[in-house]
């Protein structure tokens, strides 16, 4: 059963350092990894800033998910990341180019989001909550923490944690998408600042939250 656990955290990009802790940093991709989610929409929203024109701003973010595949293939390291970051620009690319609505090139992000939220709040419901599977392994405890009410009802609530910084996410962006051209510029701040970022912020506060009590001495 422990790797189940083991193997859940792999695929979700989850790291531990020597110690026995959670890596955040390298678990977000590291600073490549972080500039990998960043840049592409950074450089769409400063182009179209100066541009006020939708198709350069659109082939300059593509290009920039592009650059960063470039470098790891001359890095020799997985695309996986880098592939699936450009396959996400394409599809914002493509679906902002086809409404002709340049706030459109964020819309896609909800639709992420919400599918995460809705995935986590089934795991907490079925008792299998993702900050367990994840932290567990981290912790060396496998899926023994499941038979511990204590931990896992801190698991359950370290989940709600990251369910909220998802939902925050949500609740403070969809209103900008929603005020159109006028709320472009907010949104593409706030989807920086609110995506990486706030993630590393998310999973450490559940880190600390879903931290065993001491041994008794």
């Given at each position: 059963m422990a790797d189940i656990a083991a193997g859940y955290a792999a695929k979700a990009g989850l790291?531990?350092?020597?110690?026995?802790?959670?890596?955040?940093?390298?678990?977000?991709?590291?600073?490549?990894?972080?500039?990998?989610?960043?840049?592409?929409?950074?450089?769409f929203l400063v182009v179209f800033t100066i541009t006020r024109e939708l198709?350069?701003?659109?082939?300059?973010?593509?290009a920039g998910a592009a650059v960063f595949t470039v470098v790891r293939i001359i890095q020799r390291r997985p695309l996986?990341?880098?592939?699936?970051?450009?396959?996400?620009?394409?599809?914002s690319a493509w679906l902002a180019n086809t409404t002709g609505r340049a706030e459109d090139f964020y819309l896609p992000g909800f639709?992420?989001?919400?599918?995460?939220?809705?995935?986590?709040?089934?795991?907490?419901?079925?008792?299998?909550?993702?900050?367990?599977?994840?932290?567990?392994?981290i912790r060396n405890e496998g899926l023994d923490w499941r038979k511990d009410p204590?931990?896992?009802?801190?698991?359950?609530?370290?989940?709600?944690?990251?369910?909220a910084v998802l939902a925050l996410?949500?609740?403070?962006?969809?209103p900008l998408y929603l005020l159109g051209p006028d709320?472009?510029?907010?949104?593409a701040t706030t989807r920086l600042i609110m995506g990486a970022p706030l993630y590393i912020l998310?999973?450490?506060?559940?880190?600390?939250?879903?931290?065993p009590a001491p041994a008794a001495s």
């Open positions: 790291h531990r350092t020597d110690d026995g802790r959670v890596d955040v940093l390298r678990s977000a991709g590291g600073v490549q990894g972080i500039a990998e989610s960043i840049v592409p929409g950074l450089v198709t350069p701003s659109l082939v300059a973010a593509l996986t990341q880098a592939l699936a970051g450009v396959v996400g620009v394409g599809i639709f992420t989001n919400a599918a995460y939220i809705v995935a986590m709040v089934i795991s907490i419901l079925a008792k299998w909550p993702v900050a367990g599977l994840l932290f567990g392994f204590g931990r896992l009802k801190a698991y359950r609530l370290g989940t709600w944690i990251i369910v996410r949500l609740v403070v962006q969809v709320g472009l510029t907010a949104l998310g999973v450490w506060v559940a880190w600390l939250v879903t931290k």
